[in-house]
């Protein structure tokens, strides 16, 4: 079972798996970003999400105050060669209770499934098994009701979020550092959390970069940014330029921040060309080579939408250079010379095309003619 998170009521979905007993992974992916659940008879367990950064289970337990940073780095060395979850580790050594343990994973789990169901780009696929993959523990098992009770909920105050915090791109700056709004008026955020936030606005970050900064989840930072804006703490500056943000973290922090930062942007507004094909060169620096060919096919569509058929075939070219093998695309770029009135140039592309296809098929023969001929059977 697969296709489009849109093209379903996904929390139904999700209801359904854990109601019915379904055992199996449940992928959920939008560009680079992949989520694995597990659901099973023991409860819901996350396998991997995928290669972004975001806050991991021991340092939330940190961020929240519930272990110091010492004790966290001793279970880390113990699971290295336990391969046990973490959670268990650090609640045998009675570091933590099982509510403490609970509270981080349902965060984790439950923000995992929040940011899949919230990209309108991304698709699904539910694959039956009877226990979790060999690779890969995951977390301890959770119960599903909870999680997705828990998934709603955080989906529900991210379309409000958004309607108080309208950009990525947005400025803001401390009105007065000496007048902060009361502990109280700050719900789930520890005062720590609060301090970090509030030392990265200064006037000329936006809020991706405070995100991408403080490796704070952006359902986090944005419900902090929303508190103190309402209590008029933080003040409204600008918008920025994105690709100019997404460059200067690039020369300031690094590549792997400024992608980040462009996922983000794409999370936010998928319809934004500009910043995908960015992201597309920047996963290409960095080697991620097929992020990097879907991502330039995806703007490529984009500007096929819009009849930009010059802007695409670039796109497709460069993704070409990236998998030269494969022939389809190839193909595609000739017919899409073709729509664009360059006869001359997509019958040279169609033909290069069609003379490689002929090419390995005749390699293709030439290896089955031999091997045929080694059996002793007559081709």
């Not at 729509?339 to 290069?352: D, Y």
Request: hydrophobic content about 40%.
């Amino acid at each position: 079972m697969k296709g489009l998170l849109r093209q379903v009521k996904m929390f139904d979905f999700l209801q359904f798996l854990n109601v019915s007993g379904r055992q199996g992974v449940l992928s959920m992916s939008a560009g680079s970003r992949r989520t694995q659940i597990y659901f099973g008879k023991e409860g819901v367990r996350l396998l991997s999400a995928g290669r972004r950064r975001r806050p991991l289970f021991g340092e939330l337990l940190v961020r929240w105050g519930r272990i110091p940073e010492s004790e966290l780095v001793e279970a880390l060395e113990e699971q290295s060669r336990s391969r046990k979850p973490l959670g268990e580790i650090l609640a045998q050594r009675n570091r933590i209770s099982k509510e403490d343990v609970e509270e981080c994973l349902y965060a984790q789990v439950a923000e995992e499934i929040c940011d899949a169901v919230t990209d309108e780009n991304a698709e699904f696929e539910f694959l039956s098994l009877e226990s979790p993959p060999s690779e890969g523990y995951g977390t301890l098992p959770l119960d599903g009701s909870g999680i997705i009770l828990e998934a709603a909920r955080r989906v529900d105050e991210w379309q409000h979020l958004r309607k108080q915090i309208t950009s990525f791109a947005e400025i803001y700056k401390v009105r007065d550092r000496a007048e902060l709004p009361p502990a109280s008026t700050l719900r789930e955020s520890s005062s720590a959390v609060v301090q970090e936030i509030l030392f990265l606005i200064d006037g000329f970050r936006t809020v991706n970069e405070v995100i991408v900064e403080s490796g704070i989840t952006k359902l986090e930072v944005c419900r902090i940014l929303s508190l103190l804006k309402n209590h008029q703490t933080i003040l409204f500056v600008e918008r920025a330029n994105k690709l100019g943000v997404i460059e200067r973290l690039q020369k300031q922090k690094g590549i792997e921040f400024s992608i980040h930062c462009a996922e983000n942007f794409l999370f936010e507004d998928p319809l934004d060309t500009p910043v995908r094909e960015k992201l597309a060169h920047l996963y290409l620096l960095q080697h991620y080579k097929e992020d990097a060919y879907n991502e330039f096919l995806r703007a490529a569509e984009q500007y096929l939408k819009a009849q930009n058929f010059e802007r695409a075939v670039n796109l497709m070219r460069e993704a070409s250079h990236i998998y030269p093998e494969r022939i389809g695309l190839r193909l595609k770029i000739s017919e899409t010379l073709l729509k664009a009135g360059k006869i001359r140039e997509a019958a040279v592309e169609g033909l290069a095309a069609t003379n490689e296809a002929i090419k390995r098929l005749l390699n293709s023969k030439e290896k089955l003619s031999r091997f045929v001929g080694t059996i002793g059977y007559p081709l």
